[in-house]
Each structure stands twice: as C-alpha cells, then as structure tokens.
DNA sequence: TCGAATTTGTCAGCATGCTGTCATCTAGCC
DNA sequence: GGCTAGATGACAGCATGCTGACAAATTCGA
C-alpha cells in the first residue's frame, strides 16, 4: 500500500517514466532515475513499513486472551527454543533488538509469572531466562493460534514465493545489519 | 535472522521435524505441525521485523544531515508526490497508519518550515499539506540520497525477486488490512 | 431539508524500540 | 596476577505509532 496506492493515485500526478529498453531516462528535470529497481525498492520498504505494523497489530490481536502481545512471543518463542535458557542479552541479539528493550518486556513478563530469572553458572549478574510453568502453557496456547494463523495465510501462496521472499528480506537484513 | 540464528542454534534443540512425502507430521506430542510453510511463515514475520527495524535506522542515518527521519520522509515523500496537496488524514490512509501519528509528525514539520498548512476549499478544518520551498529542497536532497541507496541496494538482486517480494507482501498487506 | 453517520482536530495515555551513560562484572592479554 | 577491553544491569530520555475520547465539521440518505 503505498506508490500505488488508491488514496494516492486520486490526487498523484503520474511520474512520467521513460523506458528505453531495459534502462530508464531521467525525468522532471531534477536529474533523478526512476529506474525500476529504484521503484521496486522503494515501493518495498514502504510495504514492509505497512507490513510490520500490520503484523504487529495482528499479533496483538491474535494472542490478547493469552496475556502475550507480538513483543512477547518474540521473547517467549526464543525462550523455548533454547534448552539450557538464554541471558536477556542473549535474547537481544537473537531478535536482533537492543538489550534494554528486551530487558523491559521480560521485566514485565517475569512480573507476570511468564518467565523467571535463574542464577547463571558462566555469568554472576547476566541471569538465565527460563519459562515457567505458565509461560510454557503460554506458549503452548500461542502455539495453538499462531500456527493456523500461519498455514491461514500461506494457504494459496506457492512455497517458492516464500523461499524467495524471506531469501530476499535476509540478504536484505545481512546488508544493513553489518 | 532468526530461527536460523547462530546465536540461537548454539542453544536450540532442532525441531524433529518428520516429513513424509510434502506433508508433514506431529511432533514433541504437543499435537503442532512443523509443516514447511509454517516455518516460512514464521521466519518471514520474524525478517520483516527485524528488516523493518533495519530500514528505520539505516533511513534515519542517511537523512540525518537533511532534517529528516525515516517518518518524516515517509510523510514528503507522499506529499511531493500529490499535486493539489494532501489532508493529514489522507496521509495517513496512503501510508496505512493513524491520521495521529501523522499529525504529530506533521506539526514539527511545520514548525521545522518543511511543510505548511494550507486552506482546504473542500473543508473548513481540514488543512491541505504543502510542501515549502525548504521542504522541496530536502525532498531533492532526499532523492540525492535515496535513490543510489536503493540501487545500491538491489545491484545483485534480481528484478524477477524483487517483483515476487513486493507481490507477496502486498498481497500479506492486503489480507491483514481488510 | 433535516438528522444520523462519518470524518476530522485535538488531547491524553500507553507500548515498543532506540540511544546514551555509568557502575560493575567478565574475559582476554601482558 | 594484574590490567584493559568488552559485556551487562540499571536508569533516563526520546521517537514512533497505537488506541480512546470528545467536540466540531462534513456527508449522505430519508
């Protein structure tokens, strides 16, 4: 939703693209190239602006009965897949997010009995995260929507198209993360 | 990055994915499926998160010495692109987020002289958004910019990924926005 | 034309994530 | 062993985006 855009189309004059073959021609005198990758891209990182917030409410929604929010099953998800427990920092950079904003989330949830602080043998302040009994019933009950929701959506979209879209977002992440 | 994340495999249990055949089959006896597009899915909400955190801060740094945030480029961008200029809400219905949100961003750009707010034939109250000459010079700056980043950006990329890419996000976009 | 439904501006509160800072702890190197 | 660099916890401030609420303006149908 956003180049292309219905709202925006309305009162949009259209960019008058030139294509000469395969390559594009400078337009509206100020020297820059509305070359189709440059659109495709930049037509991209809006949608994935929208997308995000999109899921992020969809998340919200999906797992409001269980007590979680999308920050949370982040957190929660990374926790069960770990065997021997995971430090907040550790859980940082799985996420690939800053420590202190993890920290604030599992603050709350170890407030709320979801997860518990236990002392960490390799380390004597950087404290081990481990489900409680109620976080790994959570996670069971998130388990139980997430994945519907997941099959739901994907339902008539070829795997192909999925391996090439998350592909493409993880060359993506590499490049800008570094 | 993310369920693929070294940080994270060092401590994970693989999933004892059964296959048979394309299908797939219930595992750990908690009755979930570990079915392929299920964790493509799952992969991809992850990436788009942690992409859109990506973008956000490369967008922020790149535009840092024009004024301008990853927000604030998204509001001139779909301002520059109208003719007769835009209502915050309508902003706001392009970009998919709370006419709130845009107004908030939109008040500091005024008050930053990169936009103004114009009477509106068509409505009493609601102001129509106008770039200044300041904001169409940051808007060109921005352009300067923006546009070798996203060449840069998708040189090695196929332009058949990128258009399967933006076709299914849209395509998330608009089965979540409904 | 009139009244209800919708849209808009405005204010408030909240969640999420970022950076910066400083003290403390850990790990690696001499 | 000791010292320095890096990692961590804790606190603070800030940006972005959401929702709710209310009054005013607009729109649309009876």
């Known amino acids: 939703m956003a180049l292309n855009d219905p709202n925006l189309q309305r009162v949009v004059t259209r960019p008058t693209v030139v294509r000469v073959g395969n390559s594009a021609v400078p337009v ?12 495709l891209f930049l037509d991209l990182v ?13 998340g919200d929604a999906m ?3 269980l007590g979680l929010t999308s920050a949370r099953w982040k957190v929660i998800g990374v926790v069960a897949l770990s065997t021997a427990g995971l430090t907040v920092p550790g859980i940082a950079r799985v996420l690939g997010q800053s420590r202190q904003a ?20 390799k380390h004597k ?18 388990r139980e929507v997430q994945d519907p929701w997941a099959l739901r ?23 800008l993360d570094k």
Chains 1, 2 share one sequence.
Do not use: C, W
């Open 102 to 121: 993890v920290q604030r989330i599992t603050d709350v949830m170890a407030k709320d009995g979801l997860i518990t602080y236990e002392p960490n043998p």
């Open 46 to 58: 809006l949608s994935v602006f929208r997308l995000n917030g999109l899921l992020v409410a969809e």
């Open 28 to 39: 509206s005198g100020n020297g820059s190239l509305h070359s189709p990758k440059r659109m």
């Open 125 to 142: 302040r950087s404290l081990l995260v481990l489900l409680t009994e109620e976080g790994k019933s959570a996670y069971h009950e998130l």
């Open 63 to 65: 797992t409001e009965g």
């Open 153 to 175: 959506n994907t339902e008539d979209i070829p795997i192909e198209e999925l391996e090439t879209s998350l592909r493409l977002v993880r060359r993506l992440i590499q490049r």
